[in-house]
Every structure is written in structure tokens, then in C-alpha cells.
């Protein structure tokens, strides 16, 4: 995809969603990464509904540790692949509360020091706490990334490395927001929703006027 098509289409996106916000649930650091942690394989909607019910009660690393294993699961057991996340989660709490007084690093070296915390979960943290230019590499980002012609890859990080690749520096802030929401609402898996695609013109998908 050439420079200018990129531009044009991530201007159409910012045209249509000027700030786009992560849609989980959080009001604090440390609440954002155990979020981000929860939501693997699970939807932000079940997330949110298990971290209303969390947050109240424990929002610190501190206040994780003291709820323990198995107190913390009585939380988020509606969660998929919650007794992993519950171990990931504290191992990280303990981490955070010995290493780096409770508080929630800022480089991607000391984020995957952390249970739980891979490359795409370091990813969202940088890019939504602290505004650094990374994308994490969803399936919805590497279905949008493939399909249009964006950056095509055949693993996360080569879409990822192509995405940080073509992308204006003045739409990265927020270009992972775009295009997670773009292929969770309209690039969708099945049936793509092609007729009310902002970005149709510049998407170079060979199959588009078939779907809609």
C-alpha cells in the first residue's frame, strides 16, 4: 500500500473517531494492566463485569496481594483461564509492590518481566498509559492489517513491524485504537461490514464489493 493511500485512510479513521479509548474499564494504572492481563482470550464485556465487582474491594498491588490466590478467583472465576490469570496476577502484584513500589513500569523490558505480560499485553500499556507509539497485535489487528493491504504478515509481529513500519508518527498515538475498533465493528471475521466502511476506498481487499 503506498505512503499516501496509508494517510489517507488513517485520516478517514481519525476523521470518524477523532479519540478512540481502549473500552476497558479502568481509572488507575495499575487497574489498566491487570485489565489488559484478564482480557487475554476474553472479551473486554466479561472483563468489565469481573473487575466492577474487583476494583472496589482491591485496586492495588498491595491490596491484590492481600486477597490472595484463591480470594482474588472468587472475582474473575467467570473469566476464561482464570485460575492461570489468578497466579500470573499476583506473582506480578509482588513484583510491582518489591521492585517497583507498587507502581506500574514504563518500559517494555520491565512490563514482560512480568507474569502474564507478553509482547501485545506490554504493547497496550505503553500505548494507553504512556502514550508510546506501539501497536499490539490483536486477531482483529492482524485480520485488518492482512485484509486491506495495510501491512500484511503471517505472524503478529511481522504485522506489527509493518504497521510501526507505514504508519504517519502523527496517527500513531492512537492508530491502535482505530484498528482494533475498526475490526471488532466492521472488518469483521465474517461477514465484513464493507457498506459502512469509512476506509472502503484506500482497502485493497480483492474480495470487498463481493461482501457487501
Known amino acids: 500500500m503506498s505512503r499516501a493511500r496509508v ?7 481519525q476523521t470518524d473517531n ?6 476497558l474499564n479502568y481509572t488507575s494504572d495499575l487497574e489498566l494492566l491487570l485489565a489488559v492481563i484478564l482480557s487475554a482470550q476474553a472479551t473486554d464485556v466479561g472483563v468489565n463485569k469481573a473487575t466492577a465487582k474487583l ?16 480470594g482474588l478467583k472468587q472475582y474473575i472465576s467467570s473469566i476464561g483461564l482464570y485460575n492461570s490469570k489468578a497466579k500470573n496476577i499476583i ?8 521492585e517497583h513500589d507498587g507502581l506500574v513500569p514504563d518500559t517494555r523490558e520491565a512490563l514482560e518481566r512480568l507474569p502474564g505480560v507478553g509482547r501485545k499485553t506490554a504493547n497496550v500499556v ?15 489487528i492482524f485480520r485488518v492489517g492482512n485484509r486491506t493491504g495495510l501491512a500484511p504478515g503471517k ?11 507505514v504508519i504517519p508518527k502523527k496517527f500513531m498515538e492512537h492508530a491502535h485504537h482505530w484498528l482494533v475498533l475498526h475490526g ?25 464489493n463481493s461482501a457487501c
Not at 7 to 13: D, E, G, I, N, V
Open 184 to 208: 471488532r465493528y466492521i472488518c469483521t471475521a465474517r461477514k465484513p461490514k464493507c457498506h459502512l466502511c469509512p476506509i472502503y476506498d484506500e482497502c485493497l481487499w480483492a474480495e470487498k
Open 126 to 140: 505503553l500505548n494507553v498509559l504512556f502514550g508510546k507509539p506501539t501497536i499490539a497485535v490483536d486477531t482483529h
Open 7 to 13: 494517510t489517507r485512510l488513517f485520516a478517514k479513521l
Open 155 to 165: 505472524t503478529p509481529l511481522a504485522v506489527e513491524k509493518g504497521l510501526v513500519k
Open 91 to 98: 506473582k506480578t502484584c509482588a513484583i510491582l509492590v518489591h
Open 18 to 23: 477523532p479519540q478512540p479509548v481502549t473500552e
Open 55 to 70: 476494583y472496589p474491594v482491591a485496586n492495588t498491588a498491595q491490596a491484590i496481594l492481600d486477597l490472595g490466590e484463591d
